[in-house]
């Protein structure tokens, strides 16, 4: 919403200048995007006498020019427009001063051998329009030496305020000076409105043809013939107004709909009354139904779009945009001036459906003010006889206004509870009568709205309005007590372990990746995703259209793009969701590593290619870590479709599953177009059993004083015996003396025989309340040979 | 035997000594001069033949000089021991100059570490973490939260929508975390006091705007709660997140529809330095923050009494804090996982952010 200072001014009695206003404006909620000031922006260019404008000595086309600036002598300048001619007036940049265009400041140039001391300015120069073909020729009684701006009409600030959509009052110079006045800003000018008498009957009848349920589309539609006007451009002043708030000045009988919209917040129609047939009335659209409009462009309509019809089809979509067909012209005559009262919400998706982005539209969206639809009608109807002339009819109406009367009831004290400030009861009245509140007094005061504040509902509306125009600034902070001297914790027991978990990746040189949680859906799919359900209906890009069902395929994706640009080394890691459907809270927490590459390479020979081994470390490092104790479930081979079914295990309690890891299946390397080797791992964090409390005190410190002993052993198995079995047998033996077992050498090949494996043990002994003797050991051991034998079907290697 | 005898012998071995260059060589000394026939042992068996006068006088004479034999090898021994490990430690010389074994170096993302921040400020002030799903229901996105069906917000083209369930139920993803303030207000009774961090979703990409990014939501309800606890509870967060010792903030009136009186919340700063912001003081303002009263009817929709109970809510970009404070210039790359990005904006894992030792370091 525009407005220039000296509009605002029709209707403000005020003295501040531009920067009061604005700054006055966007402390009461009506937010100033820009100032526009071209007069402040041109202050350095002054007006000049061209005392002579001769033939540049070695230039056909440049002038030597000699320039009056208002003070010292006489200037030379060079000039290359063909308009420069002795005995003008034109707009004058002295060296120094900075050329709008260019943004550049001008220096004394020599030009084709001559010194140019200054320059005589274009419009384009000074951006004030695209005119290059010559300088500007201000008016020959323009004073030289003053400022420029003066003689290009340009000291009138233009303000622009982006209105928030609960406030369509504000869509007005009207209603922002009403604003201004109860900020205290000036005093606000009396807007009523003299009606014009009608002397005949209109010919062209008005009518609501609505069913009861949809009536609310367009409850109150007037209208009113004016014969024998006269359209031609609009008077001056209008067009300059209008120019200055970006509009382009078309005819009058337009010109008077745009001025009253933008002066009252009063969208209005002129239709040429004799393009229209019969009566004029406010209907629902036809499915189908098309309408070329105002714009050149021809709309296809539905049922759920409000349109203004006469005998002949849709004449104009209601609330939004006129038909071409039957706008005025320069040849129009008789004109039929139109104000109704369309519903917002339904203006609003008409607007957004089609696209269409108007005046009247911001409007009618907004709410405009029931009560003002008469009245604006009677203005427009003074403005059009008095540039074009003509004849008004009676006024015809159909409908009335909507219902907007209302009594809030109001503590003053809710000010004070709500606002955090304190204001008084005279106060809080004057800003509400000056909004035009009307206020009743009492313990509680009786409040009641005026028609064009439909945002008002209840007490917190009215202790905003007072707040707002008494100062947000004079709310005073109030500290808040905390109920403990000492912070309580923030997290939960969840939250908790997803920082811990992040924290213990990145130190194991993991970095953390924020990825969409949207993917494609030929990736999803890849992951046991893809399906309808966890489809975006209207994404991104097309190719982001799938919630992901796992967190890997973002960090592939990642990986991708990371060893496109040459690194190959990765290890990457996110926590975010995983989705399980398309329902709220259907989603998991997952803790996701991927590691690819052969390691970084180095003289030390120390790298090794990323592997299900490691990927099986950060997940044990993951669940362990969340847990905060040492995770003694085992891990089953094998895990989903993506990772490689012999290089991957699952780790699970249970139905639960905790984590899985391995390398990733080369068809899933071939589909993300990742160089392996790659592992990955994926932690479930909620599926993580909670700690069990058992109080903050450790388990009792009791090292056993009795020597450990250690034992080797090495059996040839048959290379398909899991390691686990190997050490579970031996475990089983005496689980209380037996501390642990580390697999310290895994061997096949050459002296062991073809589908065989060596694998040796070492056992640790840990007697608690002896010291072990030989014998005993012995024991020990011919019994963990005896178990791993029975379990395994191996031998003792000898 | 003559002391000039004696005192030559002595010489003779203390040279072979000296002589000695390894261990093979002094063992033979030693053996020439302490072994069974050695030299000195030759002399010691002599006392045996002497009267007692003269066994008085040489032996002490021979002992010592058994002694001090014995004492020199020791000496040269350790000599010797000494320059076999110098030369031994010569020989291993490394080049320390080589780069040791490469170690990955792991990086936490800025959002993680901004949150840790903003955590650790609101658990001072009292607030609790609260959390809720990406994927949201309608009712709690918008219709609880005072947003009307027609309301544009509620258009395809701001917010994404989850294709219909299969019971017909068709979900968004957040367009904000205020769905956490239905969700905790839904389950609790004031007093509340919670943050609510977290991703949400819009449908908007261009060079300042990323179609997934973070809130984070501050929701206050309880007896006599108003807008200038609102403005404290923001100073004192601006003023420790940004590290200053004092912050000024600046209120305007705004509109949304979930909270009436709404304010938008500038903070005062310098930028006169491209590519450089200092808060606290200055000529230019930042916008920082959307909030409000709590509207009176989502309270009621949220099951808590607005006679009884008022509250504040607030939000802004966690992106956009960590780009404030860090100097990031653009929100896209966020979410792009460049390496070299992680790398460059990353933080070590071990610089968990506290109030005690500092946010930032």
């Known amino acids: ?798 | 035997m003559q002391m000039s005898m004696i005192d030559a012998l002595e010489r003779n071995i203390l040279s072979a000594i000296a002589e000695a260059s390894d261990d093979a060589a002094l063992e033979s000394v030693r053996v020439a001069a302490l072994g069974k026939k050695g030299s000195v042992s030759d002399l010691l068996k002599s006392l045996g033949g002497m009267s007692p006068e003269e066994r008085k006088v040489n032996g002490p004479l021979f002992n010592t000089l058994r002694d001090r034999i014995g004492e020199a090898i020791a000496a040269r021994k350790s000599e010797i021991q000494a320059a076999a490990l110098n030369a031994r430690l010569a020989g291993e010389r490394i080049d320390v100059t080589l780069p040791p074994r490469p170690e990955p170096q792991g990086t936490i993302h800025p959002v993680s570490q901004v949150l840790d921040e903003v955590t650790a400020i609101f658990a001072d002030l009292g607030f609790a973490v609260a959390e809720g799903p990406d994927i949201e229901f309608d009712d709690y996105n918008f219709t609880k939260l005072n947003i009307p069906p027609d309301h544009p917000a509620r258009q395809m083209h701001d917010t994404f929508y989850v294709a219909p369930q299969a019971d017909g139920s068709r979900h968004v993803l957040r367009t904000h975390t205020s769905p956490v303030q239905v969700r905790t207000m839904l389950k609790q009774q004031p007093p509340i006091r919670i943050v609510a961090p977290g991703r949400t979703y819009r449908v908007d990409s261009d060079a300042t705007h990323s179609p997934m990014f973070h809130q984070y939501e501050g929701l206050v309800v309880d007896e006599g709660v108003s807008l200038g606890h609102l403005k404290w509870v923001l100073e004192e967060f601006y003023k420790a997140f940004f590290e200053v010792n004092r912050v000024e903030l600046r209120a305007r009136p705004s509109y949304f529809p979930f909270t009436e009186p709404s304010v938008e919340w500038d903070l005062r700063c310098d930028r006169s330095v491209p590519g450089k912001i200092v808060f606290g003081t200055g000529n230019d303002w930042l916008e920082l923050a959307g909030s409000g009263m709590v509207h009176p009817r989502v309270l009621s929709m949220c099951g808590i009494d607005p006679e009884k109970y008022s509250g504040f809510a607030f939000g802004g970009g966690l992106d956009r804090l960590a780009m404030l404070k860090y100097g990031i210039p653009d929100i896209r790359p966020f979410f792009e996982s460049d390496l070299r990005w992680l790398k460059h904006f990353g933080f070590a894992a071990l610089d968990v952010p506290t109030l005690d030792g500092g946010l930032s370091r």
């Not at chain 1, 029931?370 to 159909?398: H, K, M, Y």
């Not at chain 1, 990955?680 to 056993?704: H, Q």
Request: charge should be negative; hydrophobic fraction near 45%; include cysteine.
């Open chain 1, 1 to 798: 919403m525009k407005f220039s200072l000296s509009w605002l001014r029709d209707h403000l009695d005020t003295d501040a200048g531009a920067a009061l206003v604005a700054e006055t404006l966007t402390s009461i909620g009506l937010e100033v995007e820009s100032i526009e000031d071209a007069g402040a922006r041109l202050k350095d260019f002054v007006i000049a006498h061209v005392i002579s404008a001769e033939k540049h000595p070695n230039a056909d086309k440049l002038k030597l020019c000699m320039v009056d600036a208002g003070s010292g002598p006489p200037i030379q300048v060079v000039c290359g427009a063909p308009n420069a001619h002795t005995g003008m007036k034109a707009v004058f940049a002295r060296p120094g001063v900075v050329i709008p265009a260019s943004g550049e400041a001008l220096k004394i140039g020599t030009i084709r051998g001559i010194e140019s001391r200054g320059m005589l300015c274009s419009a384009r120069e000074l951006m004030l329009g695209e005119d290059h073909t010559g300088i500007i020729e201000l008016a020959a009684d323009a004073e030289v030496g003053a400022p420029a701006a003066q003689a290009l009409g340009l000291t009138d600030p233009v303000i622009d305020v982006a209105i928030t959509p609960n406030r369509g009052d504000a869509a007005s110079v009207f209603g922002i000076a009403r604003d201004l006045a109860a900020a205290g800003l000036g005093t606000l000018k009396d807007g009523s409105i003299e009606p014009v008498a009608g002397t005949f009957e209109s010919p062209v009848k008005v009518a609501l043809d609505f069913a009861p349920d949809t009536a609310s589309a367009c409850p109150l539609f007037a209208g009113r013939f004016i014969r024998n006007v006269k359209n031609g451009p609009s008077p001056q002043w209008v067009q300059d107004r209008l120019k200055a708030i970006g509009l382009r000045p078309i005819s009058a009988l337009v010109d008077v709909t745009n001025l009253v919209s933008h002066d009252r917040g009063r969208p209005l129609h002129v239709f040429d009354a004799d393009k229209l047939n019969g009566k004029v009335r406010a209907r629902l659209a036809k499915d189908g139904e098309t309408l070329l409009a105002l714009d050149g462009k021809t709309y296809t309509l539905d049922s759920g779009m409000t349109v203004i019809a006469d005998d002949a089809g849709a004449r104009g979509i209601a609330g939004v945009m006129g038909g071409e067909e039957t706008g005025c012209t320069e040849f129009t005559t008789n004109v039929f001036v139109e104000s109704a009262f369309f519903d917002p919400a339904r203006t609003a998706a008409t607007g957004r459906k089609l696209g269409i982005l108007s005046d009247a539209r911001y409007r009618f969206e907004r709410g405009v003010d029931p009560e003002f639809v008469v009245p604006g009608l009677e203005l427009a109807t003074r403005l059009i006889v008095e540039w074009c002339g003509g004849e008004p009819s009676e006024i015809v109406v159909a409908g009335q206004p909507p219902e907007w009367k209302r009594e809030i009831a109001f503590h003053p004290s809710a000010v004070k509870a709500l606002g955090g400030v304190e204001v008084s009861r005279p106060e809080i009245s004057r800003i509400l009568g000056s909004l035009g509140f009307a206020v009743r007094e009492g313990t509680r005061l009786a409040v009641s709205p005026p028609s064009w504040r439909w945002d008002i509902e209840g007490e917190a509306d009215i202790v905003e309005e007072i707040v707002r125009i008494h100062g947000l600034d004079k709310v005073p902070s109030a500290p808040m007590t905390r109920a403990e001297a000492v912070a309580r914790p923030a997290l939960t027991a969840s939250q908790r372990r997803t920082r811990l978990v992040r924290r213990i990746l990145a130190s194991r040189g993991f970095n953390e990746t924020v990825n969409f949680t949207f993917v494609p859906r030929a990736h999803a799919r890849l992951f046991g995703g893809g399906d309808e359900a966890r489809q975006l209906e209207n994404p991104i890009a097309s190719d982001l259209d799938a919630m992901r069902p796992s967190v890997l395929p973002s960090l592939l994706a990642a990986a991708q793009r990371n060893q496109a640009r040459g690194f190959h080394d990765l290890m990457l890691f996110e926590i975010g969701a995983q989705f399980e459907s398309g329902a709220p809270g259907a989603q998991a927490n997952v803790a996701a590593g991927l590691r690819t590459g052969a390691g970084a390479r180095s003289w030390t020979k120390s790298a090794h290619a990323a592997d299900a081994f490691d990927a099986k470390a950060d997940m044990l490092a993951a669940v362990e870590g969340a847990m905060g104790s040492p995770m003694t479930a085992p891990v089953k081979a094998g895990a989903a479709s993506w990772y490689h079914p012999g290089r991957s295990g699952t780790l699970a309690l249970g139905p639960k599953i905790l984590g899985r890891f391995g390398e990733l299946h080369p068809s899933i390397l071939e589909a993300f177009d990742i160089r392996g080797p790659a592992s990955a791992f994926e932690v479930f964090l909620d599926a993580i059993p909670e700690p069990k409390s058992k109080g903050k005190s450790r388990a009792a410190f009791a090292p056993s004083p009795y020597p450990a002993v250690e034992r080797d052993f090495a059996f040839v198995v048959d290379a398909k015996v899991a390691a686990d079995d190997v050490l579970k047998a031996a475990k089983s033996v005496d689980r209380a003396l037996i501390e642990r077992i580390d697999v310290f050498d895994l061997y096949e090949g050459k002296g062991v025989p073809e589908g065989k494996k060596s694998l040796a043990i070492s056992v640790r002994l840990a007697p608690k309340d002896r010291t072990l003797t030989d014998t005993e050991i012995e024991a020990v051991a011919k019994g963990i040979v005896a178990a791993v034998i029975k379990a395994t079907g191996g031998i003792l290697r000898s």
